[in-house]
């Protein structure tokens, strides 16, 4: 039972990273905006209007969420992967 459980939580765990990723690029490639910009996650609304100097720091944030997410993910799986 708990083997089935860790493999959800990993897999479940590793798509929202994926998707945190993914919109970190997607702020990223915004970064030469002009004017303020609205940032949504899916279906929540990060920043209604975000200044043209902050997108490299929301960036940053979605890229350091993709990344503890992801860690949060292999966590689940480490005994199995490395053994401890």
Do not use: D
């Not at 279906?43 to 944030?61: H, K, Q, T």
Request: net charge positive.
């Amino acid at each position: 039972m708990w083997k089935g459980i860790r493999w959800t939580a990993f897999s479940v765990l590793l798509a929202i990273s994926v998707l945190f990723a993914v919109k970190g690029v997607q702020v990223w490639l915004m970064r030469h905006a002009t004017e303020p910009v609205a940032i949504q996650f899916y279906f929540f609304e990060i920043g209604e209007a975000v200044l043209p100097g902050n997108l490299v720091s929301y960036a940053v944030a979605f890229f350091v969420a993709a990344f503890i997410t992801a860690v949060a993910a292999f966590a689940f799986i480490a005994r199995r992967l490395f053994g401890f």
